[in-house]
């Protein structure tokens, strides 16, 4: 049985707009460096959209950001080894 930390409260409160856990899936089964530019179609929404909801992953700590040039890649960061969200 997996104990729930106070850490993971909060990843399941950031991921829990639904914008957000479509960003997160989506990283999460695709383990290569992902665009902000995928991420917008893949969403469908607008670029300053996904762009909120990336920082918002990125603030917590769910997801790494790099910028290279115009374009800035995402990866989810493996914030804590136990937490259920992550395997």
């Given at each position: 049985?997996?104990i ?50 990336v ?32 395997k």
């Open positions: 049985m997996t729930f930390s106070t850490e993971c409260a909060a990843c399941l409160h950031i991921i829990s707009s639904q914008s957000r856990f479509i960003i997160f899936q989506f990283l999460k089964y695709h383990p290569e460096k992902t665009t902000v530019s995928q991420l917008v179609k893949v969403l469908a929404l607008t670029q300053p959209t996904v762009t909120f909801h920082n918002k992953l990125y603030e917590d700590g769910i997801l790494t950001k790099c910028k290279d040039g115009r374009f800035v890649y995402c990866q989810i960061n493996k914030k804590c080894k136990d937490c259920p969200i992550f």
